[in-house]
Each structure stands twice: as structure tokens, then as C-alpha cells.
């Protein structure tokens, strides 16, 4: 039985009945009186100097109240403070096609829709950038001025332990190639915003998204508007996923649009320009050197990869990283290279999607494993058990492992699929894949350095026992509202559903930094929870008087403070607050938390990684596939997550098929393609995502590993999931047809060009990419360092 | 651009309304009624987010010009609860934590409405087809099966309590 009257109950969330019934407002549901509807016009071209915009003709129509265009917000902005290189409308250039050029206020959405065809802009096409290996080239224009070498965005390369004698002490070393194809989060809601400029100067902005505190920062610096004048509130997000995490075009447009009209103004994507806002999944090219004695054990691991970064920042220097840094918290790496570079091409921006840059490289890494134990003769559940990163240790890059229960999920994931007695063991076409990974609960360095909380609460108890909590979290859907209110609730032993949760708004709610790197539960629990125990301490200390009992022996639940050994000595929760209040004034407290100074390295580079808890995740996948149409079918996704303790199991269980259904989306059908330039299917028609159809079986095991810092045990429940869901159904294809398909998505065409089934091609025994081109006369020296180590150098043997 | 008078049945409740001729179900329901619980996602036809029930079938009110349904009985998720009754389904969707972000919830719930008006204890596969139109970015669908599955209990429990009991 749990000690918790509140954590761990299978409860609802108290704000899922606004949704429920209708009620939830989401920014496009907001209409105030007099508003104006914003329309973007967007560009045509992936790549194009403006040589000239005249509005003139719009501006004309009936109805257009206004337009604002590039040069009205010159400023530079973007969410990471050291590379802001985008403007919230075109200035100069155009980089991608549906870059937004311009925004019309009318007084209905069709006016302003109308309008964009009559502003006159004039174009001097460039050449566009489109693939990595283009961006690599110095003879080819630039997107940017600023990128010194070719169109490099960010090169970075870090070295952690002896690498030479890792590869010299190696029997067996694996050098395989890998691409992870882009794609997009695809929210149902699209992206809208609501700007208010009021009578008082004052201005605010509802608006979907996941950052409020960035993007209040960002208004500031585009607007020239003091932030104590500027009020952001984060309106429930019909979904985010990572796309929600910028500062975009539209959101600085409404509030400008407001600013000079003295009206409200709504902007609301449509379902193609979310295509174009983007900020997804990068596509990775990537290159895995792992040395390995015969017992498998890892002796080094060098990581390389190429980041198709799309036209601007967005959080590209964090995604660069992250594509290395978290290689080190699962399997024991005594030494470790890693070597990533982000090229700008003529595409949408890419950004953080679910995993942020870790989903690439595990399923690179997690399908060499599965290699390696094939090349080994070791079984792939027992060789990961034997490698595995212990509890309460350091990587040799720094991290800081606390709690760590990938040992556990491998084991409950086998388990309840029976992976043991079926892999290798099913007839031809029928496999299963297993993987591990894991992410990070939070990031443990901020995105601006400083000194301050990541997370921020506070508490209020009313005279009739009702609560408050105040955070600057953002509510997505994955239920950061229900973690404030059970958290408090736990601690003040009141029922959820007596605590209010105002969230994400500048003005009324302490700082938090938002609901990206599935850092709430962790980093605002912990804040709410300190908030929570400041006014739990005055309840005791009036309550322990009043029942004549020493502190330690009250039990808040139920909303009564108790004798915990004499139960029906009691007073009401009401009755303690009441006599707090008295005793010790209004009853409001604050709380914060800052992750610990201890968890990174100290090198350049260090700051992205590390983590106060890392999630640890397994997957067994089990598909079957169909050998005349090359079509996959998962039967079942069994997905085991560590998320410390489940705060609401309700709310995991949640997280964790939503994690098994996305991964399946990519690993089986979801690309970001593009017909030269042209994005190949801005649609949902087009972009296939999973229906009900589409979707298999998924089994969702909570693991619990009560992290010694987490609020009430927790870690992150959020992202992690989805990560060994896609390695996991690569490797059960190689043990359904003995075919290794190294790069996503997994598509009929590549199953049928495997099995030698497309004509005038000769069947192999693996998809994907063999190398990087970059055959070029004499390459720069920067050249050289980005390209590939020669796999001569480290003696290994390769496929 | 002219407007037309139009008469609509939603909720049970009569609405005229002066609207553009060629503004669909969907932008009546929200900008002309403040009926925004119906969402969109696309006003394709692609995403299901704007299903409504037109005479108890689901319909995509994106697609839809209320010329069409004059004489009809329209119901969104305003209309799901009867005064402070909720719905089971909206019971079961809270329990089962089958709505996440919420935004395709309204539809969902409609489609599955339909479904067991039609069907009142339909199987997990004749669930799926019957919500194969509505995108869920978030659930992975698995606990909108387990909701719908608890409606149908509860809605039948005579029926429910009898199969326990075999």
C-alpha cells in the first residue's frame, strides 16, 4: 500500500475536463472585441535576395487594416542567445521556401488572405544549398555571411579517454554508416497567437507554445518593448512535441500588427505553413567506429554526424551536441570521440523534435549493437545486460549517472514479449528488435548561462482550503498542470482537484524555463514541492499544538491533518490553514530548483548533456513482413520506460504509448521530403502519420527506480519512450528477412530493393548510406577535420 | 461578398445566422456561434479535429456548408453532456487519460459517439476503423480504445455486469 494519498494514484488530470467539455481555450478559440486576422505571406523561393516589396496595392484593398514587412523588425533573434541569425520576417534574403515575408492585418481572415496577392515583391533567385554534401562545398554560395567555412553552421569535436589504446585493445571493431531521414512533430493544433496591445501600453500575447519565458525574451529585443511591459501567456498547446519551442514570424508580427493598429490581432497557421514553420527532426547522416573485445565489451567509440540543419539556428548548436553527448549514460564507453557539424541548407529550419538530437544516434548505435552481438554470437538482451552503465557513476564524458534502470526495462520488456523464445526463432518474415536508450529529465544548463532557477513556484493557501500553484510551465498535453497540482496536493495532503494551477504566463507565474527537454516534472516538481513543504512546516506547526503531538507524528491526507497513530485526532485541512494563517499571516511561499553544479564536465562543450536524472527506456519490437509488397507490420511495440517514480501512472502509461506510436510513425512512414526545393508533401494527407489503422499493439511498462533527487522519486516521462522504438523495429526486420536497414524510414520500396524484388536490382543484404561525398580537389582544412576518419586507421575489420 | 441567412439546428438549439455563402459548418459553429470546442487541424478533410454529428453521423465540419444541413440535428462536444450530466464517454476519456493535449478529443468523442450509438459494444478493431479518421498526435491511441471500451461498459451496465459474471 503506498504511503501517498495522491502520488501514484491513477488519477485525472484537473484540467482534462475543460477539454473534455469543450471549454479549453487554445489561442485560435480567443476572440476579442474589434480583433484584426493576420495572414503571412511567405516565400516562393528556397534561396532569393528581396530586391524589393511594395505593399502598396494591398494595402489599398477594402478592409486590409495594415502590413508590416522585414525592415520593421530588423532585430536578429532566435531561442539560443549565442546564434540568433533569423529575423521574425525576411530583411534581406529569403532561405527557405515558405519563409515569411510579410503579414497583413485586415479585418477578416479571407481580406487578409486576399491581400497577400496583392503585395508586389521582387526576387533575385539564388542557387539553393539542399544536402549536406552541397553545404560542405566552399564553391558554392552561402545562406549566411557569417559561416566561415562553406555553409558550416557549427562544427564541434570532443575527445574523452584514450582512444588509441581503446581501438588497439579491440578484437573486433565495427565502422558502419547510418541516416536518419528528417521529419516533422505535426501538433494537431496549429500554431496560433493572439496580440493585444492595450490602452495602457501594455501588450499582451496568448499564444501556442511551449517556451514563454524565451519567447517574452525575444519580444523584448524585437519590439524594443521593456518586458515588464510585455505579458506572454502559454495557451494550452493542442499538442507541441518540440514544435513549439521557438520564437516564430507569426507570434512577433501579431504583436507588432497590435502595437500599430491599437487592435487586437489573431494569426493562425494553416496546416501547410506548420510544413514550413518546421523546426523538426534534423536528418543525421552518421558514421559509428566501436571497438569491442570478444566478450563484446566496448573498449571505444568514435561518433561522427552531419546534420542537415535546414536554413536558420533554431536550436542547432544543442541539437549538434546532443547528437553526441548522451551516447555515454547507457553502455560503459571507457573512451570516447565525437565529432558533429550542422550545415545551413535551403530548407525549413530543423530543430528540437521529441529526443532532441539523442533519437538519431541511438538508433544508429542500438542497430550496431544489435551487429555486433549478431557478429559475436552473443544474444542481444544478454550482451546489453553485460555492458550496461551502473547506478551512481560518472561517464568517461562527465555525466553524472544517478538512478538507472535500463537493466530492469531490457528485462521487463523481454520478458512480457517473450523475446527470448522467439528471437531468431520465428519463421521468415516474422522477427522482434530490441533496444535501449535514454534522456535526459531536463537540461542542467540553461539556454542564457546564469545563475538563476530553471523552475519557480509558489504556493498560496486560501481561508476556505483552496490552493494555488503558480509555475511558468507550459501545458502541452502530457499533463504538466496535473504533475503541479498532485505534487502539491501530495504535500499538503488536499486532493488535486482543490488545487488550482495557473501556468505559463509571464505575469502571474514565477519563471520557469519551459516545457521542453522534459524538464517539468522533474525541475518544477521539485519547485512546486519546496513552495509546498514551506507552508506544510506553518500547518504542522500550529496543528502539532493544537492536537497536543509532536510534528512527526501528523499525517496530511484527505484534506485533514492527523495523528498518524491515532487517526481520528484530527483537525480539517481548512481548520490548520485558518490557524496558520492566524498564527503566521497570509500563507504564501515560494520554491525553486537549480540542478545541482556537480553533474557536467568541465571542457568546452560540457554545458549540453548533462542532466540531474536520466530516463532509461527498452523496447521489443515484433514485426512481420510482407515479402511481395515489402510492407512492414508491427504486431506489437513492448516499451518499458525508467521514469523514477510515476507521479500519475495515468500520465506515463500516456507518455509511453504516445512515445511507442511516434517512433512507429518514424521509423515506418514519416519523412520530411522535398522534390528539389519544393517540400514534397506540406499536408496531412501527404505526410503520412499513423492512424488508428496504422498503429500496433503497445504495451507500456512503468519501471520504478524512486530517483533519490527527483520530486517524490520522478524523472522525465516525456521523451525518452520514443527513442529505442525505432533501433527496436530495424532490428526485427534484420531477424525477420536478414536485411539491415540503416537509415529511416523504413519504407516498402527499401524492403522490396533488399529482397531484389524491384527490377534491374540485385538484391542485398542492407539499406543505407556507404559514406560521405565530399570529393573535392584539395579540401580546406576544415574540410578535413569534418571528413570521415579512414576505417584503415583503426585497423578493424568492417562490412 | 454577400451574406446569407442561415438557419441551423445545434444542440437543440435553433441558430439563425448571417454568414458568408461560402463559409463552412466549421467557421459558423466557431466564429459565428462560439462554438470553438470543434477544432481544426487542416480544413482539409484530412485530420478529423472538426468532426461533428450530422443526424447522429459523423461529419467533417470542414468540409461541410451549413446550406447543406439546414433541416438537420447538429451536435458538437458542447452538446455531449446533458446539463451536468456528462457523457460516459467523457467520463471514460477523463479516466483512461485518453485525452492528452485534448485538441483532437472533441471529434474523437463524436466519432465514438456515433459508433456506439450504432454499435454498443463494438471490438477493439471495429473501434479503430470506426476513429480511423481522426488524427491523435499524442496517445498512441491505446487509451482512447480503453475509454471507448469503458463507455460502452458504461452504458450498458445490465449488460456489462451479465458478461461479468459468465
Known sequence: MSDFSVIGHRLPKVNTWDHLTGRAKYADDIFLPRMLYGRLLRSPHAHARIVSIDASRALAHPGVIDIVLGPDMPELMGIMPSTQDETALAVDKVRYVGEPVAAVAAVDEDTAFDALSLIDVEYEVLAPILTIQDALREDLPKLHAHSKDANVFKDVHLEFGDMAAGFAAAAHVRDDWFFYDGNTHAPIETHASVASWDGDGKLTLWSATQVPHYLHRELEKVLGVPRSHIRVIATPNGGGFGGKSDPFGHEFAACLLSKRTRRPVKITLDREEVFYAHRGRHPVLMRMRTGVKTTGEITAVHAQTWLDGGAYASYGIATTYYTGALMTVTYQIPAYKFDGVRLYTNKPPCGPKRGHGTTQPRYAFEIQLDKIAADLGLDPLAYRQSILQPAGSRTVNGLRVTSMGLGQALDAAAASSSFGTKHGKLPRGRGVGIAGSAYMSGAGLPIYWNDLPHSGAHVKIDRGGGVTVSCGTAELGQGSDMVLAMVTAEALGVRPEDVHVVSGDTTLTPVDLGSYSSRVTFMAGNATKAAAFKLRALLEDVAAEKLGISADRLVFAHRRVYDREQPDHCMTFVEAAVAAEAKHGTLVSVGSYKPPADIRGKFKGAGVGPSPAYSYQACVAEVTVDLETGEVKIDKLTLAHDCGRALNPVSVEGQIEGGAYMGAGEALMEEQGFRAWMHKKPSLLDYKIPTSLDTPPIQAIVIETIDAEGPYGAKEAGEGPLNPVVPAIANAVYDAIGVRIDETPITPEKILRALGKLPGRPATNRIGPDGLETAQPDPKPFIRKLQATSAGAAGGDSD | ?166
Open chain 2, 1 to 166: 461578398m454577400s451574406k446569407q441567412l442561415c438557419t441551423l439546428k445545434v444542440n437543440g438549439d435553433i441558430c439563425t445566422v448571417a454568414a458568408d455563402s461560402h463559409h463552412t459548418l466549421l467557421e459558423i459553429l466557431r466564429e459565428e456561434l462560439g462554438l470553438t470546442g470543434t477544432k481544426h487541424g487542416c480544413e482539409l478533410g484530412e485530420c478529423g479535429a472538426c468532426t461533428v454529428l450530422v443526424n447522429g453521423m459523423p461529419m467533417l465540419a470542414c468540409l461541410t456548408l451549413p446550406q447543406q444541413i439546414e433541416d438537420a440535428e447538429i451536435t458538437t462536444v458542447e452538446g455531449l453532456a446533458v446539463g451536468a450530466e456528462l457523457n460516459p464517454i467523457q467520463t471514460a476519456f477523463a479516466e483512461q487519460g485518453a485525452a492528452q493535449c485534448g485538441y483532437c478529443t472533441p471529434g474523437m468523442m463524436l466519432s465514438a459517439k456515433a459508433l456506439l450509438e450504432a454499435n454498443p459494444s463494438p471490438t477493439r478493431d471495429e473501434i479503430a476503423h470506426a476513429i480511423s479518421g481522426n488524427l491523435c498526435r499524442c496517445t498512441g491511441y491505446t487509451s482512447i480504445y480503453e475509454a471507448i471500451e469503458q463507455a460502452a461498459s458504461m452504458m450498458q451496465p445490465a449488460r456489462a455486469e451479465a458478461g461479468s459474471r459468465e
